[in-house]
Every structure is written in C-alpha cells, then in structure tokens.
C-alpha cells in the first residue's frame, strides 16, 4: 500500500496485516473467571498476548472521568439497568474490582506505553474529555466513532491539548457513507474528498445485504494511502481471506489466534 508524505506514527508500531485486539482480550478461561471486555485484565491479557494494537472504547461517569466502557449501561456486563454516565467512579470500580478491574483511558494510556490504542468515542460527553486525555499521547492513539461530529471533536480537543501531533482517526459512517457514494457514481472528486483527513477505514465486510469492504473500495483507499481494517473477525479462514484480498488489519476477539495466524 502506498505510504502518505507523513504517515501517522501510530502505523509505527507492526508492519501490515496489524491485529487488533477488540476490548482487549478474553480467553475462554478468563471469561469463566468472570473476567470482562475492556477491564484492566483484557488490555493486560492483549498486551502480554503480544498484541501491540489494542481497540477499545470510552464513555464517561456521572463524575466525568473517561473509562474504557463498550456499552451505554451495565445490563450485559454487571445485570444493573443503569448507566455508564449515572455512576460516579469509585462505585464503577467496585462493580468492576470481580470482573478483572475498571480502567480509566488516562491508566490505560500511562500503564501500557508499549500498546497502541484505538479509542471509539461511545457518548457526546466524552468527546472532548476523551480528546483532552489522548493529547499527550497522540502518537499512540487512533481516535473514531460511529459520529463524525463526534469524533471531529474529540480530535479539535485532542489538539488544543497537544497541536504539535494530532492523533491518527478513522472514518465515522457519514464519511463512509459518502465515500460509499462516490465509489458507486465513480467519482474521483467524491472519493479524494471522503478520504481527506482520514488515514484509516475501520469497517464490518458486510452491513446487512450491502458489502461494504470491496476490491473497489480497497483500491481507493490504498491509492490515498488510507488502510482499510475489518471488524469483528474471529474464523482463522476469515481472516486468511480478508489479507488475501488486501485488507490492513483485523479487528478481532481472539487476537493470540490472529497474531500467530498473520504474522508480518
């Protein structure tokens, strides 16, 4: 894949296809430890794994601090109704102290300096919190979000924070909407504009009956020197194929698997 003038050093860190652990990792055992997505224990568990990319996500407490968090409430990880941003840290912690333990994005960032990270920005209200805290580390972090807005914010905050390295960023649906577009009526025009200011695609290969990761869509991303990585793969045959056709990275559960299976 061609490189931009300047690549971004968060691509610094492995050669392609990268694997990207998805919330850090559980092994099965860990799961029936009752060990968690996104808990201190995953990341920990990504890293000593080898994986040097590990994707995640932020929401905020009630008492604004930034937590590595996939979901709006705990219903799926805890069985409580409430959420994310309606419990203030210290109780958050406790839940989370038998679940492999509540990491906040700063103690993540501060305890794995070796690990880069893809942060997903979940709510409105952690978006220039979020940015804010990743400033500093801007060469380590890939900020997006399903929000374009959202993720635009988070970055003009990560900036204010650090303007000497704004942090790497990829596409929030609209963009991929309009390069989705662009690639269908083949404009160029559409397509160089979608891309501008994007140096990763992170995508699902289908979105319902649409595919969304094609030959097309690959070509003009690698000819703006944009990677294309793929969500959520877990099949060793997936994986194999999705490299054969020239994706970038794998977004993946079982990142032990995919780093021993895709080795540069």
Not at 46 to 72: I, K, N, P, Q
Not at 82 to 111: F, K, T
Not at 137 to 158: G, K, N
């Amino acid at each position: 894949m061609p490189e931009r003038l300047a690549q971004h050093p968060w691509f610094d860190a492995s050669e392609t296809p990268r694997t990207l652990a998805h919330r850090g990792l559980v092994t099965d055992a860990a799961l029936a430890a009752g060990i968690v997505e996104n808990s201190f224990a995953a990341v920990a568990a990504a890293h000593a794994a080898g994986a040097v990319y590990v994707e995640s996500d932020c929401h905020v407490t009630r008492d604004g601090v930034a937590v590595l968090f996939h979901d709006d409430d705990l219903v799926r990880v805890a069985g409580d109704p409430r959420r994310i941003d309606q419990i203030e840290l210290r109780e958050l912690e406790q839940l989370m102290a038998e679940r492999g333990g509540l990491v906040s994005l700063a103690q993540a960032l501060e305890s794995f300096p070796g690990v880069r990270f893809n942060i997903d920005v979940k709510a409105d209200a952690a978006a220039e919190t979020a940015g804010t805290i990743v400033g500093p580390f801007a060469d380590r972090v890939l900020l997006t979000s399903f929000s374009d807005q959202r993720r635009l914010r988070a970055l003009e905050a990560a900036l204010a924070a650090n303007p000497q390295q704004r942090p790497a960023t990829s596409a929030g649906w609209s963009t991929v909407a309009r390069l989705i577009f662009a690639l269908t009526i083949h404009s160029r025009r559409g397509v160089a504009a979608a891309l501008d200011g994007v140096d990763a695609l992170q995508l699902p290969e289908r979105h319902g009956a649409l595919r969304v990761v094609s030959p097309r869509l690959l070509e003009a991303a690698h000819r703006h020197g944009v990677e294309v990585h793929v969500w959520t793969v877990n099949e060793p045959d997936d994986m194999r194929r999705l490299v054969a056709l020239g994706v970038d990275g794998i977004v993946t559960d079982r990142a032990a698997d995919a780093l021993a299976l895709l080795k540069p």
